[in-house]
């Protein structure tokens, strides 16, 4: 396999995330629970996690009851996505 699919495939799996980050949004958005929304959140738990302390501290700081975490997970997935397709393009130039 060669370097190319390899941080296509890592990329790829970023993009599900963000799509999956996306879809839970929108389905807490009408309070919707049901099966889907359980596995969905299960699948993007580990990854959203860390931006719940700093969505938990901006709304203590603000006072606005909105729960950015999902938007902060998705800017953090964009900016890791750029930085990986960088480390890509850093290993080209030494090879």
């Not at 931006?51 to 890791?80: E, H, K, P, Q, Y």
Request: hydrophobic share 60%.
């Amino acid at each position: 396999m060669t370097l190319y699919r390899v941080f296509q495939a890592v990329s790829v799996f970023m993009s599900v995330l963000r799509i999956a980050i996306l879809l839970y949004w929108f389905l807490t958005l009408f309070n919707a629970r049901n099966a889907l929304v359980d596995w969905v959140e299960t699948f993007i738990q580990p990854f959203i996690s860390p931006f719940r302390r700093l969505s938990l501290w901006l709304i203590a700081r603000t006072g606005v009851r909105l729960d950015f975490t999902c938007f902060f997970a998705l800017i953090g997935l964009s900016v890791l996505n750029r930085l990986w397709w960088l480390l890509y393009a850093f290993f080209r130039t030494i090879r």
